[in-house]
């Protein structure tokens, strides 16, 4: 039975089985406004899981018009250009469902590739953002783990490479790359797909969504600044939306952080353990639960010190020498500006994203390849600046200063999706759901929640409220996996509320299996041979997500609030859990660079 003190969470049956959506139906019996997150605290558990079938979202399935081989005759000319083709258009089968591939290229090289369903199209499209600086096509999906309607294959599913090739390090140096790469490349995509569904259905899409985390997130957020009647629903995931300060500054400090006198890293991965348990032995009671999470990381103000070997210590299997501590320091704090004592960026690693480190910027062993170090440097060296600077230039050379900044500032408007002002896409309708795991070690969860607050500074709190949440995962690293529950279905609760009107709320996220999760969003390494990941340029069929049996389940609400155990029950339920306001709610978030979250005019 459902408690009335709560929304009501439901798997319902949109089209075969069950998926997980969030309803308000009990909004007005709780005084929970449909149009903004819940502004009162209650003390009672989350609801368990019930079953429903919202007709409202079962639209009939739709079949081809013509043959698939058919399209490859449409003249892309009009969108992309002279030299703009489909490579091919051949049935396959994907998930066991039968389904028509297109392959094309827009001029002058972005790649795309869209998917539709032969049999069973049910009236929607998805596009699949890309993840670091992209170079390939992944149709790979996140954040809709469960989802009926896609786990039975009825999307249309869209992805492009941006324009580049994982083998092109230097595509910076053509300015076509860089508008392509910046936000060209999604955008046409989403014209030809919405080309092809009408010329394959006899019509086109009742309801179009992005989805996408990392860069893919980044280029969500651009296509609700730039193009808002492109999609109705867009979920942006860990967004790369700061990208001039996120891979100039940011991937180059930490670098350069744990770099010791020699040029070798200071603290290497097997460290990392020590240093997180550190920080859970001082934050993790914070937020009401021992569970090796921290769901408030905003409150925790953690000391290095506390690990520093003592003098003459012979043991230091334990303890932290003072150049680890220094090299630690640095990697919280982040880089100042050293005139003003300014931060050049929103936010660094929070504490608790410590286990997080090894995939991006701490190396397991003096020489193993460091992410962080290989984004940073083609970034600043083919994309940062107006004028390309010399390729031996090094992350010795940047300038972590106010001069630094000014310089990445000018391309800001091109790469950068940090823009609040999304009056026309709130007015078309448009619905946003911003995600990040509180543990990302790689795009600091700082910067999202920074435009977060930006959207209401711009826009007014009870206007953002009507068409924007915020949802914050207590132990996930960088889109996926982590401590904590990293699986959810946040395409559902997306549909509901595009298509009935019906804000979400609580959201229930599952604890991965290992292999369980797909490579959404995740990078690949930048382009160039030296990426540390090797990634094929187009993924084959579409990934979905499983999730296993009898997975602990949490559930999620929209920030400012989060889960805390109410102290009966199972632990590992989502039922056992009860709603509470953060300790910590910034209003603002004072960095160097704080008019990149202000209004601006985009450079086309």
């Known amino acids: ?42 003390n009672q558990p989350a609801a368990a899981v019930t079953s429903l079938t919202p007709a409202g979202l079962i639209l009939p399935a739709v079949k081809s018009v013509i043959d698939c081989s058919a399209l490859t005759k449409t003249d892309l000319t009009a969108l992309g250009g002279e030299g703009s083709h489909i490579i091919s258009a051949k049935e396959t089968q994907t998930n066991g469902s039968p389904f028509c591939q297109v392959d094309g ?72 790359k860089r508008v392509d790469f910046a936000y060209r490349a999604q955008h046409l995509t989403v014209l030809v797909s919405k080309q092809l569904i009408a010329a394959y259905y006899g019509r086109g899409p009742s309801y179009s969504y992005f989805n996408g985390c990392s860069d893919g997130g980044r280029e969500a957020l651009m296509e609700a600044q730039r193009y808002p009647d492109d999609f109705n629903g867009i979920i942006a995931g860990a967004p790369a939306m700061n990208l001039q300060v996120q891979n100039a500054i940011f991937n180059a400090w930490l670098v350069l952080a744990n770099t010791g006198a020699e040029g070798k890293p200071v603290i290497l991965s097997s460290r990392l353990p020590l240093i997180h348990n550190a920080v859970l032995a001082q934050c993790d009671a914070e937020d009401g639960q021992v569970d090796g999470l921290i769901s408030d990381p905003q409150s925790c103000h953690f000391d290095p010190q506390v690990l520093s070997c003592k003098a003459g210590s012979k043991d230091t299997q334990n303890c932290l020498s003072e150049a680890e501590i220094t090299a630690l320091r640095k990697i919280y704090e982040g880089p100042k500006d050293p005139q003003s004592g300014q931060k050049l960026i929103v936010g660094g690693p929070m504490p608790g994203s410590e286990l997080a480190w090894g995939a991006s910027f701490i190396p397991a062993t003096a020489d193993a390849p460091n992410f962080s170090k290989t984004i940073a440097l083609n970034t600043l060296q083919y994309l940062a600046y107006v004028k390309n600077p010399s390729k031996t230039l090094t992350l010795n050379d940047v300038q972590f200063n106010k001069v630094g900044l000014s310089e990445l500032a000018k391309l800001h408007p091109l790469y950068d999706a940090t823009n609040p002002d999304l009056k026309a896409f709130y007015e078309a309708g448009g619905k946003l759901i911003l995600w990040h795991g509180w543990a990302d070690g790689h795009i600091s969860p700082a910067n999202t929640l920074a435009y977060h607050q930006a959207l209401a500074d711009t826009m007014g709190g009870a206007t953002r409220d009507k068409f924007e949440r915020l949802y914050l995962f207590p132990g996930m690293h960088h889109c996926s996996g982590g401590e904590g529950p990293s699986q959810m279905d946040l395409l559902s609760p997306m549909m509901n509320w595009v298509e009935q009107g019906i804000a979400p709320d609580v959201i229930i996220s599952y604890q991965a299996a290992q292999k369980a999760t797909t490579r959404f969003g995740q990078p690949g390494g930048a382009p160039g041979k030296g990426a540390p990941q090797a990634v094929p340029p187009r993924s084959q069929g579409i990934t979905l997500e499983t999730l296993a049996q009898g997975a602990a389940s949490r ?28 300790k910590t709610v910034p209003t603002q978030y004072p960095w160097l660079g704080q008019d990149f979250f202000k209004p601006y005019q985009f450079i086309e």
């Open 555 to 582: 559930p999620v609400y929209p920030y400012p609030f989060y889960a805390v155990y109410s102290g009966k029950g199972d632990v590992n339920s989502a039922a056992s859990y009860k709603r509470k306001r953060l």
């Open 1 to 42: 039975m459902i408690s009335n003190s709560f929304t009501r969470l439901w798997q319902g049956v949109a089209v075969f089985s069950l998926f997980t959506l969030v309803t308000m139906t009990e909004a007005a019996q709780q005084n929970v406004p449909a149009s903004g997150p819940s502004k009162h605290v209650t």
């Open 105 to 176: 290229v827009l001029s002058p090289a972005v790649g795309f590739r869209v998917m539709l369903p032969t049999t069973r199209w049910i009236q929607r499209y998805m596009q699949i953002g890309c993840g670091g600086l992209c170079g390939s096509i992944r149709t790979e999906v996140g954040a809709a783990a469960g989802c009926t309607p896609l786990n039975a294959n009825g999307f249309v599913i869209g992805a492009t490479d941006m324009g580049h090739g994982m083998d092109d390090d230097a595509f910076g140096n053509s300015a076509q």
